[in-house]
């Protein structure tokens, strides 16, 4: 079936529109011609009543006559301007001469128009306006999107990351489901993300909240609905696996979606169809699903909160991300990594990290994880320096070493020295050693084995 070329573009219809004008005939001849057209399009007839909808709701576009009661629309836009709440605007008069002109196109109008005027004038400078602002917003979104994926790179070298890096690029290339499980803030957003740019599927990477929509909406968000399918519904919208055809739909929080919806997920994932809200129609689709969870999927399904079917289904893959505390020896990049990026974000200066910053940031717990990690360096560029108070962990244990060795030692062998001496300081507790060390167990055991070949024996 054909298309015109308008009707394809969606962004259009979503236009808000408000006018403004003391004139009842022309509110009411604008709004019925826009209409037509646009999503929202209200009126008003005194600043004070377009500023009480303003309140309300964003505007892309605002036509306004010059001559108001009270306040001329050009002193209103400049004030709007001040405030940093940028509509598009078309000021309109029957009563400007040369200097009004000049004066609301240097007060940012996209245009002039005098009164009287024909409708196809109008809707000519309307479509130009929304033309523009439709460039800004997809060139916004393009400049978002690069900007995320310059910063998106994996940080870590430790060997639980190394072990998620390597299972991303197996799974990557193929369609199988992926379920991630890890705790808050610990970047299962971002492993999905890297799952979808590694894949080479062209469409584009759709994230959703699945706890943050309201129940009874998710259906119609994910799958789409008719017209006439529920009260409000006027015509018929595209739901979220439509949006996603041909790239990945990423289903976070997934623990939190209803049974209901799980039921529907489950038949969509077996099926590759879809069935918007108050259609018989099923529409096949081409999305690879990924999911995410801060919960155990399986104790859930344990208490009856999550589909057993549904479980199986998803978890053909699994990736499970682990908590910062359990890679402290990433954390040092990860640091200078935000350090740079955040300090690019805010146009200040760098943050110089001490060495017993850095290992007071190891040492700390990261309930938060890397969420946790990057908002304190943020709030430490703020201030200019990392505050003092921050740091509320204090050492595991009181270690005081003999000063000095001898200076011909080889770095390896300091390093050996060290290493051995924290580990005797616990008592031959790896664990214990590893954490104060900033390393991994496994890497302790890596280095143990590598210097004495697993003969040395300390306890676990």
Known sequence: MSQRVNDMKPLPSAVSVLIVDDEPGMRSFLKKALAKKFALVETASSVEDAEQLRSRCHFDLLIVDIRLPGRSGIEWHEALNDQERRSDIIFMTGYADMDVAIKALRAGASDFIMKPFHLEQMMKSVDRCIERRLLKRENLMLRREVSFNQSSTIIGQSDAMSEVKDIIARVAPTNAVVLIEGESGTGKELVARQLHTLSGRQGPFVAVNCGAIAPELLESELFGHSAGAFTGAKGNREGLFSFASTGTIFLDEIGEMPLKMQTALLRVLEQRTIRPVGSEKEINIDVRVLAATNRKLSEE???????????????????????????????????????????????VKEVVWSHEDLLKLQQHE???????????????????????????????AEMVAESGYPLQWALKDVERDHVTRVVDIHGGNKSAAARDLGVSRKTLDRKYKEWFGGEKNIEA
């Open 301 to 347: 399904v344990a208490e009856g909160n999550f589909r057993r079917d549904l479980y199986y289904r998803l978890n053909v893959l699994e990736i499970v991300v682990p908590p910062l505390r359990d890679r402290p020896e990433d954390i040092v990049e990860l640091t200078h990594h935000f350090t740079c990026q955040l300090a690019a974000e805010l146009g």
């Open 366 to 396: 990261w309930p938060g994880n890397i969420r946790e990690l990057r908002n304190m360096i943020e709030r430490c560029i703020l201030l200019g320096k990392p505050p003092a108070e921050y740091w509320k962990t204090q050492p595991k």
